[in-house]
Protein backbone atom coordinates (compact mmCIF):
# COMPACT_ATOMS: atom_id res chain seq x y z
CA UNK A 1 0.00 0.00 0.00
CA UNK A 2 2.73 2.36 0.64
CA UNK A 3 4.23 2.03 -2.82
CA UNK A 4 0.92 3.47 -4.28
CA UNK A 5 0.68 6.17 -2.03
CA UNK A 6 4.08 6.85 -2.79
CA UNK A 7 3.89 6.28 -6.38
CA UNK A 8 0.93 8.26 -6.66
CA UNK A 9 2.80 11.71 -4.75
CA UNK A 10 5.43 11.06 -7.58
CA UNK A 11 3.07 11.05 -10.25
CA UNK A 12 0.76 14.06 -8.65
CA UNK A 13 4.53 15.97 -8.00
CA UNK A 14 5.79 15.57 -11.47
CA UNK A 15 2.53 16.61 -13.19
CA UNK A 16 2.74 20.07 -11.00
CA UNK A 17 5.99 20.60 -12.26
CA UNK A 18 5.44 20.08 -15.89
CA UNK A 19 2.62 22.68 -15.49
CA UNK A 20 3.91 25.04 -13.13
CA UNK A 21 4.30 28.47 -14.40
CA UNK A 22 6.12 31.29 -14.59
CA UNK A 23 6.47 34.01 -11.80
CA UNK A 24 6.08 37.59 -13.51
CA UNK A 25 6.17 40.08 -10.72
CA UNK A 26 2.92 42.10 -9.62
CA UNK A 27 4.20 45.43 -11.17
CA UNK A 28 5.05 43.53 -14.25
CA UNK A 29 1.91 42.42 -14.47
CA UNK A 30 -0.18 45.25 -13.30
CA UNK A 31 -0.53 47.07 -16.89
CA UNK A 32 -1.93 43.94 -18.33
CA UNK A 33 -4.62 43.45 -15.54
CA UNK A 34 -8.00 44.48 -15.62
CA UNK A 35 -7.72 45.43 -18.79
CA UNK A 36 -9.77 44.43 -22.25
CA UNK A 37 -8.09 43.85 -25.74
CA UNK A 38 -9.33 44.60 -28.90
CA UNK A 39 -8.76 40.90 -31.04
CA UNK A 40 -7.02 42.00 -34.16
CA UNK A 41 -7.65 45.55 -33.33
CA UNK A 42 -11.28 47.38 -33.04
CA UNK A 43 -12.18 46.21 -36.63
CA UNK A 44 -15.91 45.43 -38.20
CA UNK A 45 -17.15 41.74 -38.37
CA UNK A 46 -18.17 42.55 -41.93
CA UNK A 47 -14.37 43.29 -42.29
CA UNK A 48 -15.76 46.72 -43.51
CA UNK A 49 -12.65 47.82 -41.12
CA UNK A 50 -10.53 44.70 -41.32
CA UNK A 51 -8.95 43.23 -38.89
CA UNK A 52 -4.98 43.85 -38.19
CA UNK A 53 -5.37 46.69 -40.38
CA UNK A 54 -4.03 50.28 -39.20
CA UNK A 55 -7.40 51.78 -39.27
CA UNK A 56 -8.74 49.04 -36.43
CA UNK A 57 -5.62 49.71 -34.49
CA UNK A 58 -6.10 53.16 -34.57
CA UNK A 59 -10.02 52.85 -33.63
CA UNK A 60 -8.64 50.47 -30.68
CA UNK A 61 -6.33 53.37 -29.06
CA UNK A 62 -8.34 56.47 -29.40
CA UNK A 63 -11.10 53.71 -27.67
CA UNK A 64 -8.38 53.69 -24.78
CA UNK A 65 -8.47 49.68 -25.52
CA UNK A 66 -5.26 47.71 -25.44
CA UNK A 67 -5.06 45.77 -28.14
CA UNK A 68 -4.02 42.16 -29.30
CA UNK A 69 -2.24 41.26 -32.72
CA UNK A 70 -0.66 38.90 -34.62
CA UNK A 71 2.99 39.32 -36.31
CA UNK A 72 4.83 37.12 -38.75
CA UNK A 73 8.17 38.01 -40.95
CA UNK A 74 8.32 38.56 -44.75
CA UNK A 75 10.44 36.99 -47.08
CA UNK A 76 12.99 39.74 -47.26
CA UNK A 77 12.70 39.91 -42.85
CA UNK A 78 10.36 42.61 -42.81
CA UNK A 79 7.91 42.08 -39.33
CA UNK A 80 4.16 42.52 -40.30
CA UNK A 81 0.92 42.01 -38.97
CA UNK A 82 -1.15 39.69 -40.25
CA UNK A 83 -3.10 36.55 -38.90
CA UNK A 84 -3.55 33.79 -40.97
CA UNK A 85 -1.00 30.89 -42.01
CA UNK A 86 -1.43 31.75 -45.59
CA UNK A 87 -3.50 34.78 -47.70
CA UNK A 88 -6.48 33.32 -49.01
CA UNK A 89 -8.43 34.41 -47.06
CA UNK A 90 -7.20 38.39 -45.98
CA UNK A 91 -6.01 39.00 -49.57
CA UNK A 92 -8.25 36.13 -51.70
CA UNK A 93 -4.60 35.08 -53.14
CA UNK A 94 -2.46 32.10 -52.61
CA UNK A 95 0.53 32.23 -50.57
CA UNK A 96 2.26 32.70 -47.04
CA UNK A 97 3.89 35.92 -45.67
CA UNK A 98 7.45 33.48 -44.97
CA UNK A 99 7.40 33.34 -48.82
CA UNK A 100 6.64 36.62 -49.75
CA UNK A 101 8.82 40.20 -50.22
CA UNK A 102 7.23 43.15 -48.39
CA UNK A 103 6.85 44.57 -51.53
CA UNK A 104 4.83 41.84 -52.77
CA UNK A 105 2.86 42.07 -49.68
CA UNK A 106 1.86 46.22 -50.29
CA UNK A 107 0.60 45.58 -53.94
CA UNK A 108 -2.18 43.32 -51.86
CA UNK A 109 -5.34 44.60 -49.73
CA UNK A 110 -7.07 43.13 -47.11
CA UNK A 111 -11.03 42.14 -47.12
CA UNK A 112 -11.60 43.84 -50.57
CA UNK A 113 -10.73 47.46 -48.71
CA UNK A 114 -8.25 49.97 -49.53
CA UNK A 115 -6.40 48.69 -46.41
CA UNK A 116 -3.26 47.07 -46.93
CA UNK A 117 -0.95 44.73 -44.80
CA UNK A 118 0.78 46.99 -41.66
CA UNK A 119 4.10 46.80 -40.95
CA UNK A 120 4.32 46.36 -36.34
CA UNK A 121 6.69 49.20 -36.69
CA UNK A 122 3.40 51.01 -38.28
CA UNK A 123 1.06 49.25 -35.06
CA UNK A 124 3.44 50.19 -32.28
CA UNK A 125 3.80 54.05 -33.76
CA UNK A 126 -0.04 54.38 -33.43
CA UNK A 127 0.49 52.76 -30.29
CA UNK A 128 2.76 54.81 -29.13
CA UNK A 129 2.64 53.32 -25.46
CA UNK A 130 -0.47 54.81 -24.46
CA UNK A 131 -2.39 51.44 -23.95
CA UNK A 132 -1.03 47.65 -23.23
CA UNK A 133 -0.62 45.37 -26.37
CA UNK A 134 -0.63 41.51 -26.63
CA UNK A 135 1.40 40.39 -29.43
CA UNK A 136 1.03 36.80 -30.63
CA UNK A 137 4.15 35.39 -32.63
CA UNK A 138 2.73 33.19 -35.33
CA UNK A 139 4.98 29.79 -36.00
CA UNK A 140 6.79 29.69 -39.65
CA UNK A 141 9.86 28.47 -40.68
CA UNK A 142 11.39 31.65 -40.26
CA UNK A 143 10.00 31.92 -36.42
CA UNK A 144 13.57 32.54 -34.94
CA UNK A 145 14.38 35.34 -36.86
CA UNK A 146 10.66 36.50 -36.28
CA UNK A 147 11.24 35.94 -32.69
CA UNK A 148 14.56 38.17 -32.99
CA UNK A 149 13.43 41.35 -34.23
CA UNK A 150 10.29 41.11 -32.45
CA UNK A 151 12.41 41.32 -29.29
CA UNK A 152 14.21 44.06 -30.77
CA UNK A 153 11.39 46.29 -31.83
CA UNK A 154 9.78 45.68 -27.70
CA UNK A 155 12.67 46.56 -26.65
CA UNK A 156 12.83 50.31 -27.86
CA UNK A 157 8.88 50.79 -27.57
CA UNK A 158 7.96 53.06 -24.69
CA UNK A 159 4.81 51.51 -23.93
CA UNK A 160 3.72 47.76 -22.23
CA UNK A 161 3.64 44.98 -24.62
CA UNK A 162 3.83 41.10 -23.54
CA UNK A 163 3.88 38.41 -25.68
CA UNK A 164 2.36 35.05 -26.56
CA UNK A 165 1.97 32.12 -29.60
CA UNK A 166 0.53 28.89 -29.71
CA UNK A 167 4.32 27.05 -30.39
CA UNK A 168 6.00 26.80 -27.25
CA UNK A 169 9.56 27.08 -29.23
CA UNK A 170 8.42 30.79 -29.55
CA UNK A 171 7.66 31.23 -25.87
CA UNK A 172 10.48 29.43 -24.91
CA UNK A 173 13.06 31.81 -26.67
CA UNK A 174 11.48 34.66 -24.66
CA UNK A 175 12.33 32.74 -21.81
CA UNK A 176 15.61 32.29 -22.40
CA UNK A 177 16.44 35.31 -24.10
CA UNK A 178 13.92 38.68 -22.89
CA UNK A 179 13.03 36.63 -19.46
CA UNK A 180 11.73 40.13 -17.89
CA UNK A 181 8.92 40.28 -20.79
CA UNK A 182 5.48 38.97 -19.43
CA UNK A 183 5.05 35.69 -21.51
CA UNK A 184 1.74 33.83 -22.28
CA UNK A 185 1.11 30.56 -23.79
CA UNK A 186 -1.91 30.38 -26.17
CA UNK A 187 -3.94 27.04 -25.76
CA UNK A 188 -7.40 25.50 -26.70
CA UNK A 189 -9.08 22.39 -26.20
CA UNK A 190 -7.55 19.37 -27.78
CA UNK A 191 -10.50 18.83 -30.48
CA UNK A 192 -10.12 22.36 -31.56
CA UNK A 193 -6.76 21.64 -33.35
CA UNK A 194 -8.80 19.85 -35.70
CA UNK A 195 -6.00 17.71 -37.10
CA UNK A 196 -3.67 20.42 -37.65
CA UNK A 197 -1.36 18.89 -35.27
CA UNK A 198 -1.05 15.21 -34.42
CA UNK A 199 -3.40 14.17 -30.97
CA UNK A 200 -0.77 13.67 -28.88
CA UNK A 201 0.43 16.96 -29.24
CA UNK A 202 -2.95 18.63 -29.40
CA UNK A 203 -3.45 16.68 -25.90
CA UNK A 204 -0.04 18.00 -24.60
CA UNK A 205 -0.62 21.56 -25.98
CA UNK A 206 -4.08 21.42 -24.24
CA UNK A 207 -3.10 20.18 -20.72
CA UNK A 208 -0.01 22.73 -20.92
CA UNK A 209 2.32 19.65 -20.35
CA UNK A 210 5.12 21.97 -22.19
CA UNK A 211 5.39 24.24 -19.20
CA UNK A 212 8.42 22.50 -18.00
CA UNK A 213 9.70 24.43 -21.33
CA UNK A 214 8.55 27.79 -21.22
CA UNK A 215 6.97 28.55 -17.84
CA UNK A 216 4.55 31.04 -18.80
CA UNK A 217 3.34 34.27 -16.54
CA UNK A 218 -0.30 33.48 -18.29
CA UNK A 219 -2.29 30.91 -19.59
CA UNK A 220 -4.56 32.60 -23.01
CA UNK A 221 -7.36 30.09 -23.26
CA UNK A 222 -9.86 29.55 -25.59
CA UNK A 223 -13.50 30.28 -23.81
CA UNK A 224 -14.97 26.90 -22.80
CA UNK A 225 -14.23 24.13 -20.64
CA UNK A 226 -10.84 23.98 -19.13
CA UNK A 227 -9.42 20.60 -18.68
CA UNK A 228 -7.75 20.34 -14.86
CA UNK A 229 -4.52 20.97 -15.56
CA UNK A 230 -5.30 24.96 -17.42
CA UNK A 231 -7.06 25.00 -13.78
CA UNK A 232 -4.34 23.96 -11.35
CA UNK A 233 -1.99 26.30 -13.29
CA UNK A 234 -3.99 28.97 -12.75
CA UNK A 235 -4.42 27.99 -8.84
CA UNK A 236 -0.52 28.54 -8.56
CA UNK A 237 -0.53 31.63 -10.19
CA UNK A 238 -0.81 31.62 -13.88
CA UNK A 239 -2.31 34.95 -15.11
CA UNK A 240 -5.90 34.00 -16.50
CA UNK A 241 -6.27 35.54 -20.29
CA UNK A 242 -9.81 34.25 -22.51
CA UNK A 243 -9.80 34.71 -26.04
CA UNK A 244 -12.48 35.52 -27.89
CA UNK A 245 -15.43 37.22 -26.48
CA UNK A 246 -17.82 37.61 -28.65
CA UNK A 247 -21.34 38.37 -26.61
CA UNK A 248 -21.52 41.64 -24.87
CA UNK A 249 -23.85 40.55 -22.54
CA UNK A 250 -21.55 38.13 -21.25
CA UNK A 251 -18.47 40.47 -20.98
CA UNK A 252 -18.81 41.08 -17.10
CA UNK A 253 -18.76 37.43 -16.05
CA UNK A 254 -15.60 37.16 -18.20
CA UNK A 255 -14.06 39.94 -16.66
CA UNK A 256 -15.17 38.68 -13.46
CA UNK A 257 -13.03 34.93 -14.23
CA UNK A 258 -10.43 36.28 -15.73
CA UNK A 259 -7.23 38.64 -15.87
CA UNK A 260 -7.89 39.61 -18.78
CA UNK A 261 -10.46 39.78 -21.89
CA UNK A 262 -9.45 39.32 -25.49
CA UNK A 263 -12.87 40.77 -27.01
CA UNK A 264 -14.08 41.54 -30.64
CA UNK A 265 -17.64 42.18 -32.16
CA UNK A 266 -18.69 45.32 -29.35
CA UNK A 267 -17.29 47.50 -26.84
CA UNK A 268 -17.15 47.32 -23.79
CA UNK A 269 -16.63 49.50 -20.78
CA UNK A 270 -13.26 49.62 -19.21
Known amino acids: MIWII ?4 ILVAGWIFLIYPGKASPEARAPFTGRTFAHRGLYELDQSVPENSLTAFRRAAE ?3 GAEMDVQMTKDGQVVVFHDDDLKRGCGVDGRICDMTL ?3 QALRL ?3 EERIPLFAEVLEIFGGKQPLI ?4 YAPNWKPLSDATRKMLAEYPGQACIES ?3 AIVRDFRINDPERVRGQLSQQARLYKGAIPGYQAFAMSRLLTN ?3 RPDFIAYCIGPKPLSVRLCEK ?3 MRVCWTARDEKRHGEQVRKNDAVIFEGYRPEE
Open 236 to 238: LGA
Open 103 to 105: AEL
Open 63 to 65: AGY
Open 6 to 9: AAVV
Open 135 to 138: VELK
Open 212 to 214: IAT
Open 111 to 113: FGT
Open 166 to 168: FHP
